[in-house]
């Protein structure tokens, strides 16, 4: 069965970072696409960052210039720098696998003020 599991989140101060891991026990992982998405409470889930197996990106607007998403192929692991953390980064943060249409668990980013 597939799993992706989410690790690195906490609770940092505003300006602080943060890197999230998401290990995928999946035998395609180097040539599927990867993404990182949130969830605040009382929102809906939106995407965070992307990234395709051939490495073009996507990011929100909200989180352009200070994340970063990449991906270690060896390692089956997509991660997600977080620099210059902001309150309004308080989310659960979930990993997505594209080809498999599989979520992560989750795991929380607390930014306080």
């Known amino acids: 069965q597939v799993q992706l599991v989410e690790s690195g989140g906490g609770l940092v101060q505003a300006g602080g970072s943060l890197r999230l891991s998401c290990v995928a026990s999946?035998?395609?992982?180097?040539?599927?696409?990867m993404g990182w998405y949130r969830q605040a409470p009382g929102k809906q889930r939106e995407l965070v960052a992307m990234l395709t197996s051939g490495g073009n990106t996507n990011y929100a607007d909200s989180v352009k210039g200070r994340f970063t998403i990449s991906r270690d192929n060896a390692k089956n692991t997509v991660y997600l720098q977080m620099n210059n953390l902001k309150p309004e980064d308080t989310a659960v943060y979930y990993c997505?696998?594209?080809?498999?249409?599989?979520w992560g668990q989750g795991t929380q980013v607390t930014v306080s003020s």
């Open positions: 997505y696998d594209y080809t498999l249409r599989r």
């Open positions: 999946v035998s395609t992982f180097s040539i599927n696409a």
